[in-house]
């Protein structure tokens, strides 16, 4: 038996577990599955395990619901830096997190001890087919690849995304294309897929698809990433709010990706596995 919080971010939901005093011997890929299913479990889109770090103020591993383990989360590192600030564990308004993606900075906005923004330094942008990395056959143009008739940007940002812009974004296929697109043989880690609508110089419309998930309400590392390439291809602004399905998110785009968003926890308990 062992606690567990529910939080959202944006609409994207994680089951949030403290292992910093590693008491939780299960595997992390196998518990993951478990409890992110609907109806037989909690149900999530991942889990967050929140662990030590020699490096860090606390290191997070994030999974996704079929038990692969991700190398970054932009919402779920929100709701890891709201979590341990208002349980007391870490009481900084700068957190540093380890990640597979390497060392995050987040800056915390606390009224009343209670944090109510969250700015997540995201790091810089890779855009090297060779670094992100992609077996890439046909070179149409530069950084861009030809995916059933859609010009498919690839980046990575932690993780590797694929963004697609669509003109009609309420009634495009997102699971068709997301799965094909997830799955392409281009991939040999598989990809998030941002199917992205420009409404304006100033604001983005998306629909996401993870790999790993499918189709979920936000992410935070593909929004950063849909921002970064509307803007380097698009020519949209460097300050853009991004829609998703679970709200609205601010990026900011510099030397490096400035995410910012809320967190909020849905409800705690405790589980026996």
Not at 4 to 30: C, H, P, R, W
Not at 138 to 158: F, H, M, Q, R
Not at 209 to 227: D, L, M, Y
Request: with cysteine; proline share 1%; hydrophobic share 40%.
């Amino acid at each position: 038996m062992f606690f567990f919080s529910k939080m959202q971010a944006a609409g994207n939901d994680f089951i949030v577990v403290n292992n910093t005093e590693n008491k939780i011997s299960y595997s992390y890929k196998l518990l993951s599955k478990f409890l992110c299913m609907e109806h037989f479990s909690i149900g999530a889109d991942g889990v967050i395990i929140i662990e030590k770090s020699k490096v860090a103020d606390c290191k997070m591993r994030i999974f996704n619901k079929d038990g692969s383990e991700a190398e970054m989360c932009g919402n779920g590192i929100r709701c890891l830096t709201k979590y341990v600030y208002e349980k007391g564990i870490i009481i900084k308004n700068i957190i540093r997190i380890e990640t597979l993606a390497g060392i995050k900075e987040v800056f915390l906005k606390v009224e009343n001890k209670k944090v109510i923004n969250i700015r997540v330094n995201m790091g810089e942008i890779v855009w090297d087919f060779d670094k992100i990395p992609i077996y890439r056959t046909n070179k149409s143009e530069a950084n861009v690849l030809i995916i059933e008739g859609l010009k498919v940007y690839p980046v990575l940002l932690g993780n590797p995304h694929a963004v697609c812009f669509v003109n009609n974004l309420k009634d495009f296929e997102v699971e068709r294309y997301g799965k094909i697109i997830e799955n392409y043989k281009y991939f040999p880690r598989k990809t998030n897929v941002e199917f992205v609508q420009i409404e304006s110089k100033s604001k983005l419309l998306i629909r996401i698809w993870e790999r790993g998930v499918g189709e979920t309400f936000s992410c935070g590392t593909g929004v950063s990433a849909a921002a970064a390439v509307s803007y380097k291809y698009k020519s949209t602004k460097n300050e853009l709010i991004v829609e998703t399905q679970g709200g609205n998110l601010s990026v900011c785009i510099d030397d490096c990706i400035q995410l910012s968003g809320g967190a909020e926890f849905v409800f705690e308990g405790q589980i026996n596995i």
